[in-house]
């Protein structure tokens, strides 16, 4: 079992950017498949980066892609998340979340574990 937080969401303007941490428990993060998402009001949570278990193999939908980095230092059992360019649009709580598995997950329903989220605002 894996427990999960977020920081460094926080109030940026448009075109600033941020980098969001994730803080895993345990000894066997680098076993885990990880994921950041996003959640704006009223409406679905969708995948905004996935990483594999060695950080070697990333996935960006094409609303971030070319913006946003994700990144994973398993010595420290720590999942990032760099942010760029961002938009109003960014505007959301984002999560992190865990899978003890190996390859690459883009759909909420494969990951078990999940952090409490951080608000990210942007402002235009």
């Known amino acids: 079992q894996v427990q999960l937080v977020e920081s460094g969401g926080g109030l940026v303007q448009a075109g600033g950017s941020l980098r969001l941490s994730c803080a895993a428990s345990?000894?066997?993060?680098?076993?885990?498949?990880m994921g950041w998402f996003r959640q704006a009001p009223g409406k679905e949570r969708d995948l905004v980066a996935a990483v594999n278990w060695s950080g070697r193999s990333t996935y960006f939908p094409d609303s971030v892609k070319g913006r946003f980095t994700i990144s994973r230092d398993n010595a420290k059992n720590t999942l990032y998340l760099q942010m760029n360019s961002l938009k109003p649009d960014d505007t959301a709580v984002y999560y992190c979340?865990?899978?003890?598995?190996?390859?690459?997950?883009?759909?909420?329903?494969?990951?078990?574990?999940w952090g409490q989220g951080t608000q990210v605002t942007v402002s235009s």
């Open positions: 345990g000894r066997t993060f680098s076993r885990y498949a």
């Open positions: 979340a865990a899978v003890n598995a190996m390859g690459l997950f883009t759909t909420t329903r494969s990951y078990d574990y």
